[in-house]
């Protein structure tokens, strides 16, 4: 059984940024489904799991049974995604990235502000649904990509620290059709702090 992690705040603690009733559909409704249907997926096929976790299942993909394979990207990135959408967001989230996660940022981008910017160009660029990601390799080297769909970087050995959920779900109760406003406010809740954490964590998958 792979699980959705417990939201640690309250639905409406994103507020203004993200709507109480978009969290409550979103983590309520869309990521209970994701959790739902990958576990259906993956029922009677323990020998496949065992011993792993969610982003390894992932990446070792190849070695699932054709018949669950597509459910198991789908439902099994559609948990991993939203546990990491939802564990960077954070009603007091800190607001700028220290130590080595900065020195790799400014490495990388030049600056924070470059990164936001260009993770936001990222995430206005997907045509239809699917996910920007701020990830990192077994280097501990940063790069943005982009997924469509619920497809996981994990698949690509790719550790991602930052997700910005870019489908219409995540957005579209408040902001209708204006995705670049979202993307620019997610700023405001998106935790540092956490985002550290996950940079210095080893590479595990
Ligand atoms: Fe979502």
Redesign the pocket.
């Known amino acids: 059984m792979y699980k959705r992690i417990e939201l640690p705040y309250d639905f409406n603690s994103l507020e203004p940024y993200i709507d109480e009733a978009t969290m409550r559909t979103?983590y309520g409704k869309?990521h209970l489904a994701y959790e739902t249907n990958l576990n259906k997926a993956l029922e009677n096929n323990e020998e496949y799991t065992k011993g792993k976790t969610l982003e390894q299942l992932l990446k070792n993909i190849d070695e699932l049974p054709e018949g669950i394979k597509t459910a198991v990207v789908n439902n099994g990135g559609g948990v991993s995604n939203?546990n990491l959408y939802f564990s960077i967001l954070s009603p007091n989230a800190k607001k700028t990235p220290e130590g080595k996660l900065l020195e790799a940022i400014n490495k990388t981008f030049g600056s924070v502000d470059n990164l936001k910017e260009e993770l936001n160009n990222a995430s206005i660029s997907i045509f239809g649904s699917g996910f920007a990601f701020l990830v990192k390799d077994k280097e501990g080297n940063l790069s943005i990509v982009k997924r469509p769909n619920q497809n996981s970087p994990a698949m690509d050995g790719l550790v991602p620290v930052i997700a910005v959920?870019v489908?219409e779900?995540?957005y579209y109760l408040n902001y209708k059709n204006l995705r670049a406003d979202y993307v620019k406010n997610i700023w405001n809740v998106i935790d540092w702090g956490k985002v550290e954490e996950l940079y210095e964590e080893d590479y595990n998958i």
């Open positions: 979103h869309h939203h959920d489908w779900h995540a």
